[in-house]
């Protein structure tokens, strides 16, 4: 028995699963739609389309590097509990996707889902896998791939990952390393949105610079006196957004970019922040809220 394309969205929405696998089924199935859920399900596919509705704010983000072929990812893959998120077999598999992407370079999540290991098996079935056994809704989410020179870091058993990415030429050189991962962990504590003013948006920039031009004047200052004041002000403001101009975390008597130079004049060589990567687990998403003394009385009646 045929079927049409209308058949494969009736199969979709009443399952959840995704339209190439409805195809699938409705193929296998010759056109039976009763069959076509069934095989669905004994595939388990349509146990993993349930939980897919599901809340994932938690999870884990990595950052990892492979040095031999300057290649790193920062990933966010989100679970629904932070017990899961702990979880071994959550984070090898998620480890596991990371290195996908690295050897695959995938411009999207989707394409990513199509990407194989070294096994041959793709992503979507890796995920499906681990849907049905770890028994959650698990997301990949986001993630970046960059290459050259860079130094991983991640905070809090995966609540925060970040990469910085360089321009040196003392990357093979003792204290690299270490003065890399301070930076990482400066992106990671200070959160700035910005590598440098150059990188701030003008429009972004204009409007601070209406809003403090305000501040001043309801305070009572002519304008000339604003106008010096607001300099001041902007000032600060790049001090708190920009990376290079941030107070250095462990000296705050110096600079990221003064921390920089230091570094680059005591390994003998030159040394450029070029950019970072800062990822926030379930920054933006809607937090699952659960009422554990209700889902214990659910549990008993």
Known sequence: ?????????????????????????????????????????????????????????????????????????????????????????????????????????????????????????????????????????????RFERVEGVMVPYVHGEGRIGVMVMFDTDVADKDGFEAYGKDVAMQVAAAAPQYLDRDSVDPEVVAKEKEILTVQAMNEGKPANIAEKMVIGRINKFYKEVCLVEQPFVKDGDITVAQYTENTAKELGGSIKITGFIRYERGEGLQKREDNFADEVASMMK
Do not use: H, W, Y
């Not at 009443?14 to 195809?23: N, S, Y």
């Not at 966010?76 to 370079?105: C, G, L, P, W």
């Open 1 to 141: 028995m045929a079927f049409t394309a209308n058949d494969v969205k009736t199969l979709r929405e009443r399952t959840g699963c995704g339209m190439m696998d409805c195809k699938k089924a409705l193929s296998e199935a010759d056109g039976n739609m009763d069959k076509a859920i069934e095989i669905l399900r004994e595939k388990g596919l349509a146990a993993v389309a349930k939980k897919a509705g599901r809340i994932a704010a938690e999870g884990i983000v990595v950052s990892v590097v492979d040095k031999a072929k300057k290649v790193g990812v920062v990933l966010e893959v989100n679970s629904e509990t932070d017990f899961v998120a702990k979880n071994a077999e959550f984070v090898k598999f998620v480890n596991r996707v990371a290195q996908v992407i690295m050897a695959s370079n995938p411009a999207s999540v989707d394409e990513l889902m199509t990407c194989k290991d070294e096994s041959g098996e793709d992503v979507a079935s890796m995920l499906q896998e681990k849907v049905l056994t770890i028994g959650e809704n698990i997301q990949i989410r």
